[in-house]
T-cell receptor, first 112, second 119 residues
Framework: GNSVTQMEGPVTLSEEAFLTINCTYT??????LFWYVQYPGEGLQLLLK?????DKGSNKGFEATYRKETTSFHLEKGSVQVSDSAVYFC???????????FGKGTTLSVSS | GAVVSQHPSWVICKSGTSVKIECRSL??????MFWYRQFPKQSLMLMAT?????????EQGVEKDKFLINHASLTLSTLTVTSAHPEDSSFYIC???????????????FGEGSRLTVL
């Protein structure tokens, strides 16, 4: 079935540093891909998505490109802020398309 | 975006008691709701999928008699942990998918989560 693997954390960066969080997937076909974010004390919220190969999702300065050649959907941001400190989850639908499968989450900690 | 609310956000109970967690979609009708369980530093594990007016579909390994799910209306689903034990202590998260047209395929709206501690 479908699965997703994302890099282990935690990731610790200084403000304005460049961020990359790796995510690779295994799937039948080309499902939509998602990044969710969980800020401290809050529920998960959708950060960005891409619905087909070569699409680039973007939001709040974050970007991720759906690359079918490398089966990857890496999350990037050019200049992180302290407020970006959170847990980031890569996700894709299960094979039946009935629910989302999540990666283990990567904790990002940004210091000023 | 759409709002999903869970209650309570924190609950502590004694071993052997039952605990009910509510999940409500506040500004949309949710035909399908999902219950996830999140262990510390681990991913969200899907427990069950519930469709309004029908029985929940449980994932393999999840005890349906232990985790009772009811989705009685288009805005409310409940998870009841029966005869709770310390190993049931976890973070339970619900999510909802709206009717057709509310959110893209696969896009879910999440509650804030409910932390259960069983003493």
């Amino acid at each position: 079935g479908n699965s997703v693997t994302q890099m282990e954390g935690p990731v610790t960066l200084s403000e304005e540093a460049f961020l990359t969080i790796n995510c690779t997937y295994t799937a039948t076909g080309y499902p939509s891909l998602f990044w969710y974010v969980q800020y401290p004390g809050e529920g998960l919220q959708l950060l960005l998505k891409a619905t087909k190969a070569d699409d680039k999702g973007s939001n709040k300065g974050f970007e991720a490109t759906y690359r079918k050649e490398t089966t990857s959907f890496h999350l990037e941001k050019g200049s992180v802020q302290v407020s970006d400190s959170a847990v980031y989850f890569c996700a894709l639908p299960n094979q039946a398309g009935t629910a989302l499968i999540f990666g283990k989450g990567t904790t990002l900690s940004v210091s000023s | 975006g759409a709002v999903v609310s869970q209650h309570p956000s924190w609950v502590i109970c004694k071993s052997g008691t039952s605990v009910k967690i509510e999940c409500r979609s506040l500004d949309f009708q949710a035909t399908t709701m999902f219950w996830y369980r999140q262990f510390p530093k681990q991913s969200l594990m899907l427990m069950a999928t519930s469709n309004e007016g029908s029985k929940a579909t449980y994932e393999q390994g999840v005890e349906k008699d232990k985790f009772l799910i009811n989705h009685a209306s288009l805005t409310l689903s409940t998870l009841t942990v029966t005869s709770a034990h310390p190993e049931d202590s976890s973070f339970y998260i619900c999510s909802a998918r709206g009717l057709a047209g509310e959110g893209l395929p696969g896009e879910l709206f999440f509650g804030e989560g409910s932390r259960l501690t069983v003493l």
